[in-house]
């Protein structure tokens, strides 16, 4: 038996008035998801426990098998293990974004990208590289990852520092919060350097002459010291592996004792490559792995951006491009599986952020057994069954005892 997670990242939506009331999942074809659907159980599933934030973080934490309230203790350290980053005790990591801000007027701050225009992951490297040579110290150490997502971990103790995703703050007034960043005084100095720096880096020259966002400045968020959490291989038994292009999917892949495979061309966005995921999946499951967990970012970068055809044309893809290739694999092997297909959280379009609502999921087993829903996999379908059949999953956290039959 093979067991897989398929993970649609923020493809959860609210209705559009502009789509007559429906939602990018309603409007998109989805043909070999629905299929699954029709014939497999749906079911809501809360990946966000009360008091949470909806993050991709704890989201993600809940579908690999981790309660969030006992295993969370951060996004950053996530992230550095992917990173091959190992936390002394005293040590804390942030999740360093690239930004763009606007504080031409010096009364006040406004968070224009808080991904710089999705910078690429070479001219990224090339930022840390000089804020690493000419802005780190004792305690502050940067460290490069993929696109506008790096790291600083900082050494010893450090001024108390109260952060906020920086997506959450799109286009909008964050001078409240980036006054708090600059009350302290270590802050402030290491802040008023890599702005500085990043201002008169010939990369960020380039980008304004090309017409781009600027990653002018960092953003501190999700920090926290390394979590310790029993391996799935040790829990089931098994051995599996983390196909996603970004790090916090695979330090969870790090932190779950999973093989964590590096896709070329796997950018976290629309341009992403598809067809080296499914079939890194593919193989991973043909060579005798047990289980697979493939992340798609895309959805939920669409999301952030405000885009209801980016995010119908990311869902599309999901479903033709990772879906039905990896399903249709399985069946030409004869192998049986059972698959859940979901998402972490929603991102709806109105809001260009997360939230917390139950997510529809499905699960679909190869042999026929279990109920079959006769439904489109949908937020406003899943609801309707649910109200019908009441068999939401109150615990994320055990969606994957689930899958596993356990």
């Not at 968070?111 to 690493?132: K, P, R, S």
């Not at 600083?152 to 708090?180: C, F, M, N």
């Not at 629309?270 to 999946?281: F, I, Q, R, S, V």
């Amino acid at each position: 038996m093979k067991y897989l997670i398929l993970v649609g990242d923020g493809m959860g939506d609210h209705p559009l008035a502009e789509f007559g009331g429906r939602t990018p999942l309603e409007i998109a074809e989805t043909p070999a998801i629905d299929e699954l659907c029709r014939n497999g159980e749906l079911f809501l599933n809360r990946t966000v426990p009360e008091g949470f934030p909806p993050g991709s973080d704890v989201a993600n934490l809940s579908l690999l098998g981790y309660a969030p309230e006992r295993y969370y203790t951060g996004r950053a350290p996530l992230e550095a293990a992917a990173m091959g980053i190992r936390l002394a005790g005293d040590e804390t990591a942030f999740r360093c974004n690239f930004v763009t801000l606007d504080r031409r007027d010096s009364d006040r701050v406004t968070m224009v990208d808080f991904a710089a225009g999705h910078i690429t992951t070479a001219e990224g490297h090339q930022l840390i590289a000089t804020l690493q040579r000419e802005c780190a110290d004792e305690t502050f150490h940067f460290h490069p990852g993929v696109s506008y997502r790096n790291l600083v971990v900082v050494s010893g103790e450090y001024p108390e520092l109260a952060t906020v995703p920086p997506h959450d703050w799109i286009e909008k007034d964050v001078t409240a919060h980036w006054q708090r960043y600059l009350a302290d005084v270590k802050w402030r100095n290491l802040l008023s350097r890599v702005s500085a720096t990043l201002e008169a880096h010939p990369v960020n020259r380039q980008r304004i002459r090309d017409g781009k966002n600027p990653a002018n400045a960092i953003w501190l968020w999700g920090e926290g010291k390394m979590p310790t959490a029993p391996p799935l291989t040790e829990r089931f038994r098994i051995k599996g592996s983390m196909i996603s292009a970004v790090d916090l999917l695979k330090g969870l892949g790090v932190i779950a004792g999973l093989a964590v495979l590096d896709i070329p061309g796997a950018t976290g966005y629309l341009d992403t490559n598809y067809e080296g995921k499914a079939d890194a999946a593919i193989a991973a499951l043909a060579g005798g792995e047990d289980f697979v967990f493939v992340h798609l970012e895309a959805p939920d970068e669409a999301g952030h951006q405000g885009s209801a055809d980016a995010k119908i044309q990311a869902i599309e893809d999901f479903d033709s491009r990772i879906v039905r290739p990896i399903v249709g694999a399985l069946r030409h092997a004869g192998t049986d599986f059972r698959v859940v297909v979901t998402m972490d959280h929603f991102t709806p379009i109105a809001l260009r952020t997360h939230s917390s609502d139950p997510v529809p999921t499905l699960l679909y087993d190869s042999r026929g057994t279990g109920p079959k829903s006769q439904r489109r996999f949908t937020e406003r379908e899943c609801l309707a069954h649910d109200r019908q059949h009441g068999n939401a999953l109150a615990q994320g956290h055990l969606l994957i005892e689930k899958l596993f039959e356990r």
